[in-house]
């Protein structure tokens, strides 16, 4: 498990939040977080926008105890604010006593009001949002000219980021503590707009308890080696890959992809096809001998399979692999052949599927990736990189990250196949599977990052030798 220190990259779902604020009421009290969470959203809209007339929605819940703290402080600020209740605030809880506290103007929760204001503020649901929202809430928040969501937009899931009805866009969303995984997912992280997440001086020990088990994916997170004077290129990490006679460039950009991120040394097993890979780069070793004979070498712990290869001969090498128990993250090819059995990759440290290749194995994710990738992982006892916009990154023992360290550049045919190289090189340097995993996303990402304006895929390996090194010092930053 990521330690407490990692507490700083914790995404906490919905459901968490309410554990931390069950725990909060224990100490600080959820008053005065509120207060502060209200202060926090009035000063980021003062911020961005200049005074005008604002109607702040307000739910019969914590979220609207917020709307009704940031109504006060805009009030007081001199802007022209209106609140129009969805309903009261249940009598006794934090949110009565910041809606009594309020003593401006009330309206009509009325779409007409809406239109009439420059700047709404959507405090109705946050995290208790638990179903879809009445089509006469959707109405309101969709005459609004710009919104501002407090916490998470009344419309998104925030365990999930998935849109629960159709609903507006937001300018903006300001969230507290962390944020959530539905501001990290898409829809959601499109329709939240900016995020602003406030430090509302929520204690450690809340958060801690609360449980995490979603992270936002980076340095500090894992611990990439970094380069030593012993080092030596078996210690750096030997990195194997299976290659094919048909499509030889995913392989070779497998390879580069190793090569540039740091491995020791790259081997590409050609058998009959070595002809094929002897050209160019120089410092690749390729092996015609048969793999039977390849595997005796213990040094070899680190194999890719499934990058260029047809089914057979995925046939023809993954069972091998796995039978001599070797360090295998299978992507591409080794996907295809394992069909809609992925029992047959059992074995297998780690596996990249998109998410054609991920519903070909285990059936459409539907709008829960995390859960579905999550279940995946255990089926096959295999970390799961389910690559997209937001890659989820997922351990059989629950972990998940969620990495947007990434740029569109990366959405290039072949891009994939790099980034299997570079995840071999994290396992071929010692890393555990989802920490490698972790990293060699988000050196992917940065790689894509540094770039520039449409670069082809062999581009991205100028830059992975400085997004190693940017790695390592901003773990040792924190
Ligand atoms: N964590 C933190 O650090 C802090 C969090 N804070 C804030 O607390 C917020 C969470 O507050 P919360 O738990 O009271 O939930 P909230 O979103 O107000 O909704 C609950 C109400 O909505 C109702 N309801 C739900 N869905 C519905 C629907 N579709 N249609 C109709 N009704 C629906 C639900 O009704 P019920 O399900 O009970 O019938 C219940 O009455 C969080 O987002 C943040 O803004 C800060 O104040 C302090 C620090
Ligand atoms: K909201």
Request: aromatic residues 6%; hydrophobic residues 45%; contains cysteine.
């Amino acid at each position: 498990m990521p330690m407490k220190s990692d507490l700083r990259f914790s995404l906490p779902t919905p459901a968490q939040c309410g554990e931390m604020d069950r725990k909060a009421s224990e100490t600080i009290g959820i008053s005065a977080l509120m207060d502060r969470a209200g202060w926090a959203v009035a000063q980021a809209i003062r911020a961005r926008f200049a005074p005008c007339r604002v109607l702040v929605l307000c739910g019969p819940g914590n979220n609207g105890g917020d709307g009704y703290v940031a109504a006060r402080y805009l009030e007081r600020a001199g802007w022209s604010v209106q609140v129009a209740p969805l309903a009261p605030p249940r009598e006794g809880s934090a949110a009565f006593g910041a809606a009594a506290q309020y003593r401006g103007r009330i309206t009509d929760f009325a779409p007409e009001n809406a239109r009439r204001a420059d700047l709404v503020i959507d405090a109705v649901f946050g995290a208790g949002l638990d179903r879809p929202p009445a089509p006469e809430v959707v109405a309101v928040l969709s005459a609004a000219r710009t919104l501002v969501a407090i916490d998470l937009p009344s419309t998104v899931n925030g365990t999930t980021g998935a849109a629960l009805v159709e609903g507006p866009d937001y300018r903006m969303s300001v969230t507290f503590v962390r944020p959530k995984p539905g501001h990290i997912l898409y829809p959601g992280r499109e329709i939240c707009g900016e995020l602003i997440c406030a430090d509302i001086g929520m204690p450690e020990v809340c958060l801690e308890a609360a449980g995490p088990t979603i992270w936002l994916n980076g340095p500090g997170l894992w611990h990439v080696p970094a380069m030593s004077p012993e080092d030596h290129k078996y210690r750096r990490g030997v990195v194997s890959i299976c290659a094919g006679q048909v499509m030889p460039g995913a392989t070779r950009l497998a390879a580069a992809g190793a090569r540039a991120s740091g491995a020791g040394l790259v081997r590409i097993s050609a058998g009959e096809g070595a002809a094929a890979y002897c050209l160019g780069a120089p410092g690749l070793v390729i092996d015609d001998g048969p793999l039977k004979t390849l595997l005796e070498d213990e040094r070899r712990r680190v194999w890719l399979c499934g990058p260029g290869l047809t089914e057979p001969e995925v046939a023809a090498s993954l069972p091998l692999l796995l039978a001599s128990e070797r360090i295998v993250l299978a992507d591409a090819g080794a996907l295809g052949w394992a069909g809609s059995e992925p029992e047959k990759l059992r074995g297998v440290s780690v596996i990249t599927p998109h998410i054609g290749e991920f519903t070909r194995l285990f059936g459409a994710p539907g709008d829960d990736l995390v859960a579905a990738a999550r279940e995946a992982a255990q089926r096959i006892g295999a970390v799961v990189v389910l690559k997209g916009a937001v890659s989820v990154i997922v351990s059989p023992d629950g972990r998940v990250a969620l990495n947007d360290h990434a740029s569109p550049a990366l959405a290039t045919a072949g891009s994939g196949d790099t980034l299997a190289g570079v995840i071999a090189t994290m396992l071929a340097a010692g890393m555990a599977p989802w920490e490698a995993a972790c990293a060699g996303v988000w050196l992917h990402g940065e790689a894509g990052m540094r770039a520039g304006n449409w670069p082809i895929v062999e581009a991205l390996d100028a830059h992975l030798g400085d997004a190693r090194a940017k790695a390592i010092a901003l773990a040792c930053e924190i």
